[in-house]
């Protein structure tokens, strides 16, 4: 089965630093997504990631898929209070019939 | 522990049914739960909160006169497909939210919808 991790586990920043979280697969990736999830709420879709080598930003979160597909990074540029919750990575299985999740980075940012 | 079931895994119907899913917090309390649906190669997307005792929450674009969520206790919430057509085919994920906690959620393994 593929399995995702996700480093760090968790992450305590100060506002305005640069922080990356990793995510990497067992095998090779077709299809990365990322997701944030503010605490006690639903996860929200962030971007997708196809390609080797492709690389997508929204705002100031930028992520990357390396060019052999099995790992992904999330930068997020000059963090802010706003930006903290859990970030997930997550793939299509390759059963067909089931989505893989990561376990999770959970951000706080302190003001 | 913190195990989230759904059933069916999977499931076949006929354009014009209504398909009930069901999602279950088997070894915890969920005061909430999300509705989640993925379409071939595309990104999860949250349909709906669903909190236990009262209406559940869609997000914009999500029919909630097509897709009901009862959440009718801490362990179970169930997603109906009513009138399914084949452009609801899609794959179906619940997650839920422990009681005790507020920031952990869980996923069910999901249910995939074809309809004919």
């Known amino acids: 089965s593929q399995e995702l991790e996700q480093s760090p586990q968790s992450l305590i920043v100060q506002e305005g630093k640069n922080l990356t979280i990793n995510c990497t697969s067992s095998?090779?990736?077709?299809?990365l997504y990322w997701y944030k999830q503010k605490y006690g709420e639903g996860l929200i879709f962030l971007m997708m990631?196809?390609?080797?080598?492709e690389e997508k930003s929204h705002e100031k979160i930028t992520a990357k898929l390396d060019e052999k597909k099995q790992q992904s990074s999330l930068h997020i540029t000059a963090s802010q209070p706003s930006h903290a919750g859990i970030y997930l990575c997550?793939?299509?299985?390759?059963?067909?019939?089931?989505?893989?999740f990561g376990p999770g980075t959970r951000l706080s940012v302190l003001p | 522990g913190a195990v989230v079931s759904q059933h069916p895994s999977w499931v076949i119907c006929k354009s014009g049914t209504s398909v009930k899913i069901e999602c279950r917090s088997l070894?915890?309390?969920?005061?909430?739960m999300f509705w989640y649906r993925q379409f071939p190669k595309q990104s999860l997307m949250l349909m709906a909160t669903?909190?236990?005792?009262?209406?559940?929450?869609?997000e914009q674009g999500v029919e909630k006169d097509k897709f009901l969520i009862n959440h009718a206790s801490l362990t179970l919430s169930t997603l109906t497909v009513t009138s399914a057509h084949p452009e609801d085919s899609s794959f179906y994920i619940c997650?839920?939210?422990?009681?005790?906690?507020?920031?952990?959620?869980?996923f069910g393994p999901g249910t995939r919808l074809t309809v004919l």
């Open positions: 095998k090779t990736l077709y299809g």
């Open positions: 990631l196809q390609k080797g080598g």
């Open positions: 997550g793939a299509d299985g390759w059963d067909g019939q089931n989505f893989v």
């Open positions: 070894d915890f309390q969920a005061t909430t």
């Open positions: 997650s839920a939210r422990h009681q005790n906690f507020y920031n952990e959620q869980f």
């Open positions: 669903s909190n236990e005792g009262s209406k559940a929450t869609y």
